[in-house]
């Protein structure tokens, strides 16, 4: 939209991935005179917020300056020889693909730090909470802009112990068993990840994604394309995540505190689909279409499983925990983006990146609330909330029932808001798959897709009864504070961002499509 | 015999190619000789010469960094040219590898031998082996390879029993005695089998004249080369060969335990891939499938065992590093096995994840010796809450922990395993990187959970005794730290010997 000269661009998108594992290491030391604000604590908790919002800016620029006419080409990149051994090269780019992750990445992760600035999780000093937070956006930012197979394991690995110390030491009730289930959980996927990865490279004689995706698997017999694609696979369904290689998710989400589920399933579960787009789409094209009906098969079981899982959780008297329920939904919500990206069409794909945006942007919304009302009652266990007969937040506090109904309501699919079209391309993908795919079994994942569009909106709009409807409180009950304005500044942009991508899908399928189409295509411009 | 053959009899020995290990053998016997006059309060001179000593010959390593001499060659009128010493590539990395463990372990020995050690042993005993192990990698006979083994060996023995009045260190030197005892005459009648079978000691010749024994000598070449094996996994302290490592680590004196994680362990791979890779390539069919089958088991049976250690028993944290060290030499040997399937060099692999394990395993020592000093139980329990204590060294630890599991920040460790990796899948071995691949799962159990505890919160806030940190510790600690945080920005230094031919 913005003339911006290629080396400011190239300086930017840098900067995006090394500043903040440069403020993390500032984070650890001591605040510099003039900077040392109210106490220590303040200090850092301000410096968080500092360092995340000059990368959301940095990240806004290098979003204006990218050239929108041409959003398949690898924009802003940068190559240099780090590793001549491995032939790993730092190699950094944007195209239409990773420009809305990485954008979506940075803003939430600038809302969260200034989430944890005004209301910080309970557990040991703020320093080590900013820097692993920090050394997270790191990651998952990285994860989005490198171009080289070894260096995105680095990226994809760099996640792990920031967000097991996170969960660790500032979760809630089984933080210990959840952090753990996470680490090994996700390990042992990636470790199998890079088998797949070194095998790519070892056959084909380069790291180098472009270069990979150019030659459309041409350089790979289609054995080594299967077995790549099923370690590759596995690792990246580990982290998406797949039914049934979901169940870190649930207890993870549970335990950790509000900003850690906002990232992890904000962004952290971004890395597995964009992986499937970004690598196995367009380098192992064969392989996929081996097992994407079985990629699809699963996806929908998810689908079906995170709804039925939701409702078990939402029925009165089942003890379900607000935020394992949202864990258990993106698992189905996840199940759709598989779902697109099995479809190997460029209206699935299309549709699978425009959900994980979707996603992103409304769990991010859900899990903030959810967050909100547990600080608020002690508790997100949905039975003690709902009493008799419902909690009444529409009553007690207008402003958070409102927005967690939007949120709802968003999250179910309804047209006109961002969850909806993800969804619909994913459906209509699959009802009309690649070529070479089984055109009755993708029928039949179709149907029972739409059937868990209607599970979704059956739990979801149980949620809604329960948590903001219900009869008049007793006389005497302690009231609840409404919104407060840091919430508003925190939950606002989320909002917006969920109506305008509903209203206006073109603004990202613009983006994503003739990348999209390029990747399937194989290279040719 | 004409003239000038009998002139080249006398071999021309090129000292300056010899001096490594020749002057560590030196400044050993200085060190012996000193002690006698030396009086009682200036002991640590001793050990600074032992440090300078080292350093010298780490030193003398730069003007051989072409790789191009070697000496103590068969004359001329033999028509066979072979030589019994070379400083090749692969020579010098060894030899930087464990004279600068050697160092390091010196600088950590320092104040041990100040407060418990006896002093001139000590350091003759130390540089004796360090000149033993440093010999190894450069002799290309097997004669000079056997003597080289037992140089570096027979005074680890004396080192691990030398904790006077202490019954453990007594019974862990006998345990590591008769077991390595028992493994090098193994060896040696490995050897003598392959002499008789092919008449001759030097590596490459044995290489070329194993493809034509004659067929009655077959099996006797074949059991010749299993046996000769056997000595160096010993040494390793591969599966099934380990069971000395864990009582033996308790036993040694800390700065002798670390000395044993690292160059003991590179004797015996050294070793390993001479006489693989260079006397023995055309049986690969044996010993591959034979160390593929080890490295699976090794790093196996000591991952599962450093999983079981309870960190509250007494000496968990040596233990842990113990069986740690057993895991990861499983990792070492699996870039040699993969050399058997693969005519691409997949030797460098193992040289540069040593590198990396060498210097993050002997930070990982340092820090433990730190700990020691205050607590002198040295369990696991006790790094509850290090970070509050000193920041810095449960920040090192943490660093060299996560290298240890190759995870970021650990990222030397991570690529390091990435290239061990490598080879398996360059070689064909899938099933060998899928089993070191769950092996990395549960080892990160391990060493996360003994970093997260570095973070928690002390039990007990009684106000502790601040110990002085002695220099040479600090120095030790700072120094492998500083290596691993350039090798994680640049792995290139160590991981360049992945893919140059170091031959």
Redesign the interface.
């Known amino acids: 939209m913005i003339d911006i000269s290629e080396s400011v661009m190239q300086f930017l998108l840098a900067l995006i991935v090394v500043g903040p594992l440069l403020g993390a290491a500032a984070a650890l030391l001591p605040a510099p005179p003039g900077l040392r604000g109210k106490s220590p604590d303040q200090a850092v908790l301000r410096h968080g917020v500092t360092v995340t919002g000059v990368i959301l800016l940095a990240a806004i620029v290098l979003a204006l300056g990218f050239d929108h006419d041409q959003p398949s080409r690898m924009q802003a990149t940068t190559d240099i020889s780090w590793i001549h051994a491995l032939d790993v090269r730092i190699h950094l780019g944007v195209d239409g693909i990773s420009l809305p992750l990485l954008v979506l990445t940075a803003l939430l992760t600038f809302l969260c730090a200034l989430y944890s600035y005004f209301k910080m999780p309970a557990g040991p000093s703020p320093k080590g909470f900013v820097a692993l937070l920090l050394v997270l956006e790191s990651g998952t930012l990285a994860t989005f802009a490198v171009l080289d197979l070894v260096l995105f394991f680095l990226a994809f690995e760099m996640v792990l112990i920031p967000m097991y110390f996170l969960i660790a030491r500032w979760g809630g009730e089984g933080r210990q068993a959840a952090a753990w289930k996470f680490i090994l959980y996700t390990l042992l996927g990636s470790v199998v990840m890079l088998l797949g990865l070194l095998l790519i490279g070892v056959k084909a004689g380069t790291f180098d994604m472009v270069a990979l995706a150019t030659d459309n698997g041409r350089g790979l017999t289609t054995s080594v394309q299967v077995i790549a694609v099923l370690a590759i696979g596995i690792g990246l369904a580990v982290k998406t995540p797949m039914w049934p290689l979901h169940s870190w998710l649930p207890d993870a989400h549970t335990a950790a505190p509000t900003v850690g589920s906002v990232l992890l399933a904000g962004v952290l579960l971004k890395m597995g689909t964009y992986g499937f787009v970004r690598i196995l789409l367009p380098i192992t094209p064969d392989g996929m279409r081996v097992f994407a009906p079985y990629l699809a098969a699963f996806a929908v079981a998810g689908i079906i499983y995170g709804s039925l899982a939701c409702l078990a959780l939402a029925r009165p008297g089942n003890k379900g925990d607000l935020k394992r329920l949202i864990a258990y939904s993106s698992v189905g919500h996840m199940g759709f983006v598989l779902l697109g990206i099995a479809t190997m069409t460029p209206t699935g794909v299309n549709g699978a990146l425009f959900a994980n945006v979707a996603h992103g942007l409304v769990t991010g919304l859900l899990f903030f609330l959810v967050g909100a009302i547990k600080d608020r009652y002690g508790t997100a266990d949905l039975d003690t909330l709902a009493g008799a007969t419902g909690a009444a937040l529409y009553g007690r506090a207008p402003r958070l029932g409102a927005l967690l109904a939007f949120a709802a309501v968003a999250s179910l699919g309804l047209p006109g808001l961002a969850g909806f079209w993800g969804e619909m391309l994913a459906l209509f993908g699959a009802f009309e798959p690649a070529e070479g795919l089984s055109r009755p079994a993708f029928l039949t994942f179709t149907a029972i897709g739409a059937f868990g569009t209607l599970l979704t909106a059956a739990y979801l709009l149980l949620v809604v009864r329960r948590v903001c409807m219900g009869g008049p409180r007793p006389v005497g009950e302690t009231p609840i504070a409404d919104v407060q304005g840091y919430e508003f500044a925190a939950w606002t942009p989320l909002v917006a961002l969920t109506v305008l991508a509903g209203l206006w899908p073109a603004v990202l399928l613009g983006l994503t499509d003739p990348a999209v189409q390029q990747l399937l295509a194989g290279g040719t411009r | 015999m004409t003239p000038v053959a009998s002139e080249s009899l006398v071999q021309s020995v090129d000292w300056l190619t010899i001096a490594p290990p020749t002057l560590t053998a030196v400044v050993a016997l200085v060190v012996l000789v000193a002690d006698l006059f030396v009086p009682e309060g200036r002991k640590q001179l001793l050990g600074w010469t032992a440090v300078g000593g080292l350093a010298a010959a780490l030193v003398l390593l730069v003007p051989l960094r072409d790789g191009n001499r070697s000496t103590f060659c068969l004359t001329a009128d033999t028509q066979v040219t072979a030589c019994s010493y070379t400083a090749d590539h692969f020579t010098l990395v060894i030899q930087l590898l464990v004279l600068g463990g050697a160092l390091l372990t010196a600088l950590l020995s320092l104040t041990e031998t100040r407060e418990k050690l006896p002093a001139g042993e000590f350091w003759f005993l130390l540089l004796s082996s360090a000149a033993g192990a440093a010999l190894l990698p450069a002799s290309r006979d097997l004669a000079t390879l056997v003597v080289a083994l037992e140089v570096a060996s027979l005074p680890a023995f004396a080192l691990v029993g030398l904790k006077r009045g202490d019954r453990m260190s007594g019974e862990a030197a006998l345990k590591f005695f008769l077991s390595s005892v028992t493994a090098t005459a193994v060896t040696l009648l490995g050897v003598s089998f392959v002499y008789a079978a092919t008449g001759t000691l030097h590596l490459t010749e044995i290489a070329q004249r194993l493809d034509d024994v004659p067929g009655q000598l077959q099996t006797l070449a074949e059991a010749g080369v299993a046996l000769t094996l056997v000595g160096f996994a010993f040494k390793t302290a591969a599966v099934p060969f380990h069971f000395w490592v864990p009582d033996t680590y308790v036993g040694a004196p800390l700065p002798v335990a670390a000395y044993l994680s690292v160059v003991g362990k590179a004797v015996g791979f050294t070793g390993l891939i001479l006489v693989t890779v260079v006397a023995f390539p055309s049986y690969a069919d044996v010993w591959g499938p034979a160390l593929a089958v080890l490295a699976a088991l090794t790093m196996t049976a000591g991952n599962v065992a450093a999983l079981r250690q309870l960190s509250t028993r007494a000496w968990s944290a040596v233990r842990l590093l113990a069986w740690s060290s057993v895991a990861q030499a499983g990792y070492l040997l699996v870039p040699i096995a993969a050399a058997a399937y693969s005519s691409d060099d997949q030797i460098?692999a193992t040289v540069?994840y040593a590198l990396m394990y060498a210097v993050v395993n002997l930070g990982a020592f340092a820090v433990v010796a730190l700990v020691a000093r205050s607590h002198p139980r040295n369990r696991i329990e006790d790094y509850r809450g290090l970070y509050a204590a000193s920041p810095a060294a449960a920040l090192a630890l943490a660093f060299f922990l996560?290298n240890l599991a190759g995870?970021?920040?650990g990222?030397i460790g991570?690529?390091a395993k990435?290239?061990v990796?490598?080879s398996a899948?360059?070689a064909g071995l899938?099933w060998l990187?899928?089993i070191m691949?769950?092996n990395?799962?549960i080892a990160?159990?391990y060493y996360?959970r003994w970093t997260?505890l570095l973070?928690r919160?002390p039990e007990g806030a009684a106000g502790k005794v601040r110990h002085r940190t002695p220099v040479p510790i600090t120095l030790a600690i700072v120094l492998t730290a500083a290596a691993g945080a350039v090798l994680s920005g640049y792995?290139?230094f160590a991981?360049?010997?992945?893919?140059d031919s170091l031959f």
């Open positions: 460098g540069a996560l995870l970021p920040p990222i991570l690529f990435v290239t990796f490598s899948v360059d899938g990187a899928v691949a769950v990395v799962v990160l159990y996360l997260a973070f919160t792995p290139q991981l360049r010997f992945a893919t």
